[in-house]
């Protein structure tokens, strides 16, 4: 596709439930990245990924989220036993190697709501 | 660890540069300043980036102080479809790809 797509647009989790947030990147972009952006911040970085090895989890919050892309395309962020704190908007962005942040493309996020 | 520091909010009036400031002073030395831009409901967008020099393209012109510790974005005339919050970013360290992006400056401009 033209983008990188992000689904579902929203989602909203009871507290304890196991949530999965999907990231389509832009085809042949090697360089996946997700971000958490909590409400009037900015995007705090999460995770990265060259194919399908992940290269950089130091921004996963706690033990409760993981993230992989088993083919090196496709990525899901999982976080398990949600938190009220866990609520935030969750942005996938790819880029294409060796590139700085100027080659990134973010997708629209998910608005994950804990309840 | 680099970081940045931005105004919370500013103002413009339409058709009128606006300038946005950013503080980068532990940037490291071999390091690129990047800004984005994220309108409302939307992904983070690139704007432009520079290391020493001033730089310039379609969307904005980017001056950086010839010590590095700041730079201005300059949107040269502001229109409403430019009300975003802006973000100028660095990397936390000077290896991977961990970039800090802090809680930006919400321009709005106004008609």
């Known amino acids: 596709g033209a983008g990188v797509s992000q689904s579902p647009r929203y989602k909203v989790a009871k507290r304890g439930q196991d949530v999965a947030l999907r990231c389509d990147p832009i085809?042949?972009?090697?360089?996946l990245f997700w971000y958490q952006q909590a409400l009037g911040q900015g995007p705090e970085f999460l995770t990265y990924?060259?194919?399908?090895?992940?290269?950089?989890k130091s921004g996963l919050p706690s033990d409760r989220f993981f993230a992989e892309r088993p083919e090196g395309s496709v990525s899901t962020l999982k976080i398990q036993r949600t938190q009220q704190e866990d609520s935030a908007v969750y942005l996938c962005?790819?880029?294409?190697?060796?590139?700085?942040?100027?080659?990134?493309?973010f997708g629209s996020g998910t608005r994950l709501t804990v309840v | 660890d680099a970081k940045t520091t931005q105004p919370t909010s500013m103002d413009c009036a339409e058709g009128r540069a606006a300038n946005l400031p950013c503080n980068h002073s532990?940037?490291?030395?071999?390091?690129?300043v990047y800004w984005y831009r994220q309108i409302h409901s939307q992904g983070p967008q690139y704007i432009i980036h520079?290391?020493?020099n001033n730089e310039t393209n379609e969307m904005a012109s980017l001056i950086i102080t010839e010590d590095r510790k700041s730079s201005t974005l300059i949107l040269p005339h502001a229109t409403l479809r430019d009300t975003a919050v802006y973000y100028c970013?660095?990397?936390?360290?000077?290896?991977?790809?961990?970039?800090?992006f802090g809680p930006g400056t919400r321009l709005s401009v106004l008609p």
């Open positions: 962005a790819s880029s294409q190697p060796g590139q700085g942040a100027d080659g990134y493309t």
């Open positions: 085809s042949g972009h090697v360089s």
């Open positions: 990924f060259q194919n399908e090895a992940q290269l950089d």
């Open positions: 532990t940037i490291s030395g071999n390091e690129y």
């Open positions: 520079g290391l020493k």
């Open positions: 970013i660095v990397r936390v360290t000077n290896y991977g790809q961990n970039f800090v």
